[in-house]
């Protein structure tokens, strides 16, 4: 194995002009790649999380969150 690579990185220093055909070749390659990956302008984005504040001045949490908190965040689910 490291024979092997040992050949390939010869081979790579001893022919420049290959060297810089493959360099280019990936290069190329790359680059028109790169503008072939489809792309949004403006993807839709989902915040699965909302926060709700209900304030009833003189009620209870308990009786706020029963009777209105939970009726507002069954309409909007």
Do not use: C, H
Request: hydrophobic share 50%.
């Amino acid at each position: 194995m490291k024979n092997q690579l040992s050949l390939f990185w010869t081979f790579l220093l001893t022919r420049f002009r290959v060297t810089v055909l493959l360099t280019a070749a990936m290069l190329i390659v790359g680059i028109g790649s790169y503008q072939s990956i489809p792309r949004e302008s403006d993807p839709d984005v989902e915040i699965p999380i909302a926060a709700i504040t209900t304030v009833w001045p003189g009620a209870t949490a308990q009786d706020v969150e029963k009777l209105v908190t939970e009726k507002i965040e069954a309409e909007i689910k």
